[in-house]
């Protein structure tokens, strides 16, 4: 039996946007010290802008301590300096506002740098920050995510760390300290185009020490954090009629759907029941959103940062047509790919060094090869920086010939494939229909997008590898329309299909990881009424 899911009009402005990540060291250095900065996504916003972009969610660009990619904050109201000034973003912001766009921020609740003001007053005993930091005599089995302890001694004490010793867990049972935090979402959110807050590692934030051996979250106290932060993010919404966005993010969590396209090549119906069951699952009050790439994730052994450059245009298919935000990570749009060759010598990442991995394994731990520099042209570093020093991060050996500039002018590519797929997803079938699922299985994996109140609809299909199949999707439907009209193809020269071409569908050829938009009638069909309906 097929699926149907109602995807019911909403009215958010996150529910129809597309959010660009943008890993700020990465994107664009505008003064040549290698890092990209504040000014250098300035000098790009139109570029973003041109891809139909709501909002931009950025990397922590904040005052650090250097260890993790700004993760490891000393001040949450200032900027670290290798990115620009405080007067740099509020010009960016501004900027933003003028043009319609929303900034998401990395909030970051969980800890602070070991050398921020806060972490050096708890560290000396001062009684009002004693308290602002998880502090015990005696530790117990809990690992971090470096695979090592997650207690760091000093003296006869021993302080919490999830992540990296260098980054102190905070005590968010501590009511000064969730003002403090709260004080610092006011600040932010106060800015111009502020209108949303990234928050990582939710799972992680007050834990239950009742189970020595294993970290669990403390449920209930933690969702009564969320529901207060909930409040501050929406204090100014009555302004604006604008609701705030909250991004919660878990580590190591299975309450997340969070799949790895590549993991699931060739298995088009896993693909397919995974889809269904995530959106199947979604109360009314939570919105679906797509994330192909990302800069943080870490799997068992293996990391995965951007997908294949096979799988990267039918993903792109499928976060863009199906209901739901779309996050586009930086490059997604050009078919960036993972930088596999950067040496042990050339790693930034804090995980892939000593004493966490060494020579012989870091590439199974570094996310450096997905947080390579964006690739702007054919020119030395891909026109990431006209400088004289290296980015702080080698650029893929593939800029060559995947770069946006070569794109913009060329003919069939990633670019050009997005802002068809992007003139397609503003079409009322795309932010108002209805999703069907009629075929799933051998590598292939299928939608529709129809509104009730016309006859015509939009067939998705993907096929998850390289080998030949063939599909009939009047098999399950007898009377499924029999023929439909190409309005999106990939990959035209190995497929033999071209936009405009009339397909058999009950005989539809699928080779070489083909991804295909065709516009179906389904006139007086009575297929779709047989296919269960589930209403969100």
Not at 239 to 248: A, H, M, P, S, V
Not at 404 to 432: I, K, P, T, W
Not at 435 to 451: A, D, E, L
Request: glycine share 6%.
């Amino acid at each position: 039996m097929t699926e149907v899911q109602k995807i019911q009009m909403h009215h958010q402005w996150w529910e129809r946007a597309i959010i660009y990540h943008i890993v700020v060291p990465s994107f664009y250095d505008s003064d040549g010290d290698g890092f990209g900065d504040i000014n250098g996504i300035k000098e790009k916003l139109g570029y973003i802008k041109s891809l139909g972009v709501n909002a931009i969610w950025f990397s922590p660009f904040y005052k650090s301590g250097g260890k993790d990619l700004s993760y490891d904050v000393i001040d949450h109201r200032d900027v670290n300096r290798l990115f620009g000034t405080k007067e740099d973003l509020d010009e960016l912001l501004t900027m933003m506002e003028e043009q319609g766009m929303y900034a998401i921020l990395s909030f970051i609740p969980n800890h602070t740098s070991c050398k921020s003001e806060w972490f050096q007053k708890s560290l000396k005993g001062d009684p009002e920050y004693k308290d602002y930091y998880v502090w015990k005599n005696k530790t117990n089995n809990w690992i971090s995510t470096t695979d090592q302890t997650a207690w760091e001694k000093v003296d006869d004490s021993y302080y919490l760390h999830h992540f990296l010793p260098e980054m102190p867990d905070l005590n968010l049972k501590n009511e000064n300290v969730r003002n403090e935090l709260k004080s610092i979402m006011r600040y932010w959110l106060c800015k111009p185009a502020v209108y949303g807050l990234h928050l990582s590692g939710v799972n992680l934030l007050i834990e239950d020490y009742d189970d020595p051996d294993i970290i669990h979250s403390d449920v209930n106290l933690t969702l009564s954090l969320l529901e207060e932060w909930k409040k501050v993010a929406h204090e100014n919404a009555h302004e604006d009629r604008l609701r705030r966005l909250l991004i919660l993010e878990m580590v190591n969590s299975n309450h997340i759907s969070d799949w790895n396209y590549d993991d699931i090549v060739s298995k088009g119906d896993v693909l397919g029941f995974k889809i269904r069951r995530f959106i199947h699952s979604l109360p009314d009050s939570i919105w679906p959103n797509w994330q192909i790439d990302n800069t943080n994730i870490i799997g068992l052994n293996e990391v995965h940062g951007r997908v294949s450059f096979y799988m990267n245009k039918v993903s792109m298919i499928m976060a863009m047509l199906l209901p739901g935000s779309v996050i586009l990570y930086y490059g997604d749009e050009i078919g960036m790919i993972n930088n596999d060759l950067i040496t042990f010598d050339e790693t930034e990442d804090p995980y892939a060094l000593p004493p966490y991995a060494d020579a012989t394994n870091y590439k199974s731990k570094s996310r450096d090869s997905s947080r390579s520099p964006m690739q702007w042209s054919n020119t030395k570093y891909a026109g990431f920086t006209n400088g004289s020093k290296e980015p702080w991060l080698p650029v893929n050996h593939n800029y060559p010939s995947t770069n946006v500039e070569d794109q913009m002018n060329s003919g069939s590519n990633n670019l050009r494939l997005y802002h068809q797929l992007l003139s397609l997803r503003c079409a009322r079938d795309f932010y108002e229909g209805d999703v069907y699922f009629p075929y799933q299985g051998h590598n292939t994996f299928s939608f529709i997008r129809k509104i009730k109140e016309s006859d015509k609809a939009y067939l998705i299909v993907v096929l998850l590898g390289f080998k030949y199949h063939e599909v009939d999707f009047t098999i399950i439907f007898p009377d499924f329309p029999r023929e439909g009209t190409i309005k999106i193809v990939t990959h035209e020269r190995t497929n033999g299909y071209k936009v405009g071409d009339v397909v058999d569908l009950s005989k539809l050829c699928l080779k070489n990881y083909i991804g295909m938009v065709i516009e179906i009638d389904f006139g007086e069909s009575k297929a779709l009424e047989k296919m269960e309906r589930k209403k969100m």
